[in-house]
């Protein structure tokens, strides 16, 4: 029997969610808070990956756990 795993999207973007929603998943979604200050020495994607590493990680110490995946498209 096929067993979906729990998605949680380090995110407060109602946007994103409902993104998400539209193509079948149901996720739940927690506010990281964090500090989303850009390094400026890092382009575009480069932040984006840092930011989303972070709030990740926020998330994960919120719920208490180390079973953290971060995937990169």
């Excluded at 994103?16 to 400026?40: F, H, M, Y």
């Amino acid at each position: 029997m096929y067993s979906m795993k729990k998605i949680i999207l380090a995110s407060s973007s109602v946007r994103r969610k409902a993104l998400l929603n539209q193509i079948g998943l149901s996720v739940e979604t927690i506010k990281p808070e964090i500090d989303e200050k850009l390094n400026p020495r890092l382009k575009s994607r480069g932040n984006a990956e840092q930011l989303s590493f972070i709030k990740a990680s926020a998330v994960a110490m919120k719920l208490k756990t180390d079973n953290l995946k971060v995937n990169k498209s």
